[in-house]
């Protein structure tokens, strides 16, 4: 069987092809965030690896965290940064951090990355053209780290139509101008959910959802929705899992064909998951 190559690390054989016209005109949502943000090489081919799926007829959407980053300039400000079961408690002093880091410096980064590859994107936050309604976690009015009320598709089936990849950072306001904090995974599954897409991605640091932690060896890489809620009641899973897990259990409740988690930290770890058929990965289905 020939081999086709897509760059000089990674190959994959003709049978694929029938992966490649699968896709054709399916809308991939990835979510993608974690230490693959700290390396200049590994992000590179990311957003190779989506400018790839982009030019073979997918729609792509893409949404980022930047959790690292976030807590290198909170703690470069004498700013604790501060969590609860995965999720983070953003004050109005660290509202400030995250907007700027995420929105002024991360979102444009991965904008400029698609112009040096000929694909036009476009850098979006919730808060543009009221992408993502969005409304406060938490009763305390200290605490901005906020949850997805509603998605205004409108803006993206035109990026669609005109064949630009959006590139959106996760902050939203509600509807008197307050901004809120949101967490990548849960805009990420929100928003696939709204476009009922065909793949939710989640680019990790994991291999996937391990039955043990500890060990790389327990891979799951193919897992019903039933059995992963199971995992989630026995404590399986755990930690910052946990926000990622329920993205996945929301999205494929709300018509999204499949998830997939898969290690970030691995070179061309996408198309390994998306077009080869021995995949890297955990998919979910329903």
């Given at each position: 069987?020939?081999?086709?190559?897509?760059?000089?690390?990674?190959?994959?054989?003709?049978?694929?092809?029938?992966?490649?016209?699968?896709?054709?005109?399916?809308?991939?949502?990835?979510?993608?965030?974690?230490s693959a943000m700290q390396n200049p090489n590994l992000q590179s081919q990311v957003i190779e690896d989506l400018s790839?799926?982009?030019?073979?007829?997918?729609?792509?959407?893409?949404?980022?965290?930047?959790?690292?980053?976030?807590?290198?300039?909170?703690?470069?400000?004498?700013?604790?940064?501060?969590?609860?079961?995965?999720?983070?408690?953003?004050?109005?002093?660290?509202?400030?951090?995250?907007?700027?880091?995420?929105?002024?410096?991360?979102?444009?980064?991965?904008?400029?990355?698609?112009?040096?590859?000929?694909?036009?994107?476009?850098?979006?936050?919730?808060k543009d053209a009221n992408l993502i309604h969005a409304s406060a976690m938490f009763k305390s009015t200290s605490n901005?780290?906020?949850?997805?009320?509603?998605?205004?598709?409108?803006?993206?089936?035109?990026?669609?139509?005109?064949?630009?990849?959006?590139?959106?950072?996760?902050?939203?306001?509600?509807?008197?101008?307050?901004?809120?904090?949101?967490?990548?995974?849960?805009?990420?599954?929100?928003?696939?959910?709204?476009?009922?897409?065909?793949?939710?991605?989640?680019?990790?640091?994991?291999?996937?959802?391990?039955?043990?932690?500890h060990d790389s060896s327990t891979l799951i890489k193919d897992i019903s929705l039933d059995s992963l809620t199971n995992?989630?009641?026995?404590?399986?899973?755990?930690?910052?899992?946990?926000?990622?897990?329920?993205?996945?259990?929301?999205?494929?409740?709300?018509?999204?064909?499949?998830?997939?988690?898969?290690?970030?930290?691995?070179?061309?770890?996408?198309?390994?998951?998306?077009?080869?058929?021995?995949?890297?990965?955990?998919?979910?289905?329903?």
């Amino acid at each position: 069987m020939s081999n086709f190559v897509i760059s000089d690390r990674f190959y994959f054989s003709s049978e694929t092809l029938s992966l490649i016209n699968k896709y054709f005109g399916s809308t991939f949502v990835i979510k993608y965030g974690g230490s693959a943000m700290q390396n200049p090489n590994l992000q590179s081919q990311v957003i190779e690896d989506l400018s790839l799926l982009h030019f073979l007829g997918i729609n792509i959407v893409l949404v980022h965290g930047g959790g690292i980053f976030i807590n290198n300039w909170l703690n470069r400000l004498n700013i604790e940064p501060k969590f609860e079961n995965g999720v983070r408690i953003t004050d109005p002093e660290a509202m400030e951090i995250v907007e700027m880091v995420l929105v002024g410096k991360i979102n444009k980064e991965l904008v400029s990355l698609f112009n040096q590859n000929n694909i036009c994107s476009i850098g979006l936050s919730g808060k543009d053209a009221n992408l993502i309604h969005a409304s406060a976690m938490f009763k305390s009015t200290s605490n901005l780290t906020g949850k997805v009320k509603s998605i205004n598709s409108k803006v993206l089936h035109l990026l669609f139509s005109n064949r630009f990849i959006p590139v959106i950072a996760s902050i939203a306001s509600d509807l008197k101008g307050k901004t809120y904090n949101i967490n990548a995974d849960t805009v990420a599954s929100s928003i696939a959910s709204e476009l009922k897409a065909d793949k939710l991605i989640l680019l990790t640091d994991m291999p996937g959802i391990l039955r043990d932690v500890h060990d790389s060896s327990t891979l799951i890489k193919d897992i019903s929705l039933d059995s992963l809620t199971n995992l989630l009641a026995e404590d399986v899973i755990s930690g910052g899992m946990i926000p990622k897990i329920q993205s996945c259990i929301d999205a494929l409740r709300s018509n999204v064909k499949s998830v997939h988690i898969i290690d970030g930290r691995l070179e061309h770890s996408i198309l390994h998951e998306l077009l080869t058929y021995n995949r890297v990965g955990s998919m979910i289905v329903s």
